[in-house]
């Protein structure tokens, strides 16, 4: 069975850092890209970022770009996102998504395959 499990979340005051990690199992992504997206209350699931299958290339939605990293670990299975300068409004559950179909799905929720179920980040101003 396939799992993404999230983790790293918290409360946090604005202009903090939090680091999310996902841990896949039963199943390698070392050739799959894998993404983040987030959703807030009342509101559709949307992109955070993404990463391709060897880290050489990422993608970040314009709201996230210069504060938010991803990254991955190969060998541990994991990806991670290095959130800083957290606002207020990047307050949200986030989600890990892996595609088997792609080893650089971007932005499209389509392209992904499995999802974790999520870990709470909540920005205080």
């Known amino acids: 069975q396939v799992r993404l499990v999230e983790s790293g979340g918290g409360l946090v005051q604005a202009g903090g850092s939090l680091r999310l990690s996902c841990a896949a199992s039963?199943?390698?992504?070392?050739?799959?890209?894998m993404g983040w997206f987030r959703q807030a209350p009342g509101k559709e699931r949307e992109f955070v970022g993404s990463?391709?299958?060897?880290?050489?290339?990422?993608y970040y939605a314009v709201s996230v770009k210069g504060r938010f990293t991803i990254s991955r670990d190969n060998a541990k299975n994991t990806v991670y996102l290095q959130m800083n300068n957290l606002k207020p409004e990047d307050t949200a559950v986030y989600f890990c998504?892996?595609?088997?179909?792609?080893?650089?799905?971007?932005?499209?929720?389509?392209?992904?395959?499995?999802w974790g179920q999520g870990t709470q980040v909540t920005v205080s101003s």
């Open positions: 990463i391709n299958w060897s880290g050489g290339t990422t």
């Open positions: 039963g199943r390698t992504f070392s050739r799959n890209g």
């Open positions: 998504a892996g595609s088997i179909r792609s080893d650089d799905p971007g932005g499209n929720p389509v392209q992904y395959d499995y």
